[in-house]
């Protein structure tokens, strides 16, 4: 189920495909306002509204009395390479440098290493007005246990969003938690025992490395591909040694690749899940955060056997303190309802009502409209830099959504002493080697166009360029 989309919205993606795509070239003139009308049988309001967009993203000049232009675009570096992790568990444990990277964190440094959108892109005044509110509105000001299901208001705008991909989720199948780690980690204590094996992809998130090494799991990495995610083959290989206990995967712009599984992906994804009977944790924390028409459906859109779990939460587009996640646990409720009680006993109130009412108001979506969009403009930008400042030959992912970029250095590259050389500078990247268990990645990184770009940030990309 694809969502509607506003006619500006469609006449802006199909010149913004021919751009990038380089079906119109640089300093090319586009077609009048009138031909555009006539074209998509729309007003000229509509059609001046689509060409502002694309003229406050920078892919389009006007020149006065004369038309719109296309803007010179730089070329785009080429894509990193699929990984290929070893077979064999690794003995590496980057939680040091993990620790070292985040115990960094200041805010006189541009902190390119964050996995959270600026604060600047953020309705915090709309939300803590919401908050203020709630506090007289409860019964018990916000300050009592929550029921163990959650918020009967946040469980219904969650179902209703899920209309959004085609989940049709009912207000009874979500189950609301402490942000997306907490989902991800009741699956897991709920699934596994110590020692079993969890096949994920490689290099992913360091929080569900972190996660899944304290409950004494095996980790097993498989090949990825930066634009469609895990390599299918690689996971039909390895459920068919009937090693795996459980996949967990990000099937829409991976963190920290950025890739999206194609739809036919995720459809074999499940059907093999089904196959073999393991369960499927799906990440879909970064879905809202598409760059095209329509929001990408996810995994579980595709699931009639309950085994896959989907896990998300705010903590990417709205507030990333406010600790509000959730997960449909498809058919594991009773077992996820067990370990949540033992472990949380309950969620937070007060943030939950409040993220709720958001929802509720209709505001999300308009948040979320100003918000891709701006992520899509910092995506061009970041790249347009980095391929200006950054040595010949690097390699750039190119998401479609979120705020990642995965990119690939030369050999002799390490991007950890690089970390130690920037840090000095005021300027914090994500070493590659902390994604992975694995002794590979020493010469990538992950930098987060999360942040506003401006002169700052400009700069940093810059100087990290003449460290390299």
Not at 335 to 340: L, P
Request: aromatic share 8%.
């Amino acid at each position: 189920m694809e969502k509607s989309t506003f006619l500006y919205e469609k006449i802006a993606e199909d010149l913004r495909s021919q751009i990038l795509n380089g079906l119109l070239l640089a300093n090319e003139k586009l077609p009048s306002i009138r031909n555009i009308c006539s074209k998509y049988k729309v007003s000229m309001s509509t059609a001046l509204k689509a060409y502002y967009d694309l003229e406050s993203e920078g892919l389009i000049h006007t020149k006065p009395q004369s038309g719109y232009y296309v803007n010179p675009i730089r070329k785009l570096p080429a894509l990193p390479n699929v990984s290929v992790p070893s077979i064999d568990m690794g003995n590496e444990d980057p939680s040091i440098l993990v620790s070292k990277v985040y115990n960094e964190v200041n805010s006189n440094h541009v902190m390119l290493s964050l996995g959270v959108p600026a604060k600047d892109f953020l309705p915090l005044h709309k939300l803590n007005k919401i908050v203020c509110s709630k506090v007289w509105q409860l019964d018990d000001h916000g300050s009592g246990y929550e029921n163990l299901t959650g918020s009967a208001n946040l469980r219904r705008q969650i179902a209703r969003m899920s209309y959004d991909w085609g989940g049709q989720l009912t207000e009874d199948q979500i189950l609301p938690t402490s942000g997306c780690t907490a989902a991800m980690a009741h699956c897991l204590m709920a699934l596994t025992e110590k020692g079993d094996t969890i096949a994920l992809e490689s290099p992913v998130y360091f929080g569900v490395l972190q996660l899944a090494r304290s409950l004494g799991l095996n980790i097993l990495e498989l090949p990825t591909h930066p634009q469609t995610g895990i390599e299918l083959e690689a996971l039909k290989k390895s459920l068919l040694k009937n090693k795996v206990k459980l996949c967990l995967l990000i099937s829409n712009f991976s963190n920290p690749m950025g890739g999206t599984m194609p739809l036919e992906h995720k459809k074999e994804v499940v059907r093999l899940m089904e196959h073999y009977h393991i369960p499927l944790i799906e990440n879909d924390m970064y879905g809202d955060l598409y760059f095209g028409n329509s929001r990408p459906v996810n995994c579980k859109a595709f699931d009639e056997s309950g085994l896959v779990l989907l896990c998300s939460s705010v903590s990417k587009t709205l507030a990333p303190g406010y600790r509000v996640g959730w997960l449909s646990p498809g058919k594991f409720a009773d077992k996820i309802n067990r370990v949540k009680f033992a472990h949380a006993i309950s969620s937070t109130s007060l943030t939950q009502e409040a993220v709720a009412t958001f929802l509720e108001k209709g505001r999300y979506e308009n948040h979320l409209k100003t918000l891709r969009k701006t992520l899509q403009h910092n995506s061009l930008r970041y790249m347009e830099a980095i391929d200006q400042y950054f040595p010949d030959h690097v390699k750039v992912s190119r998401p479609e959504g979120g705020f990642m970029l995965w990119i690939e250095l030369a050999k002799n590259v390490n991007t950890a002493d690089l970390y130690d050389k920037a840090i000095k500078l005021k300027v914090s990247i994500a070493p590659g080697r902390m994604f992975t268990f694995q002794n590979q990645f020493n010469n990538c990184m992950r930098l987060s166009y999360g942040l506003p770009w401006n002169e700052s940030t400009h700069q940093a990309i810059k100087t990290i360029g003449a460290l390299l």
